[in-house]
């Protein structure tokens, strides 16, 4: 079994910046991929960023692009999401995602991770 846990969603001003962490517990030998996903109220979940936790493949939403990057530490099994220059739209529930493959076809599928963290909120003022 693989645990999740996020941190360090906040309430921002626009132009600001956050990072926020994920922390995998449990069977996590076999964790190939890890990612982050996020949903705003009444819109769909979308995929914000993922990488292999192996290598450096990293895959990013055209929206974000620019603004966020994903990093991983493999001794302390945590991935990161540095979010700068944040907009209001950025809003959202943020969650992390753990896999055991990672293909850049279908990286942002949420079908395409087993493992699910509760969420961290971010918040961004104008």
């Avoid at 996020?38 to 692009?65: I, L, M």
């Amino acid at each position: 079994q693989v645990q999740l846990v996020e941190s360090g969603g906040d309430s921002v001003q626009a132009g600001g910046s956050l990072r926020l962490s994920c922390a995998a517990f449990g069977y996590t030998s076999g964790i190939y991929s890890m990612a982050w996903f996020r949903q705003a109220p009444g819109k769909e979940r979308e995929g914000v960023a993922a990488k292999d936790t192996g290598g450096s493949n990293t895959f990013y939403a055209d929206s974000v692009k620019g603004r966020f990057t994903i990093s991983h530490d493999n001794a302390k099994n945590t991935i990161y999401l540095q979010m700068n220059n944040l907009k209001p739209e950025d809003s959202a529930m943020y969650y992390c995602a753990a896999g055991w493959t990672l293909y850049g076809g279908s990286w942002s599928r949420g079908s395409q991770y087993k493992h699910w963290g509760q969420g961290t909120q971010v918040t961004v003022s104008s």
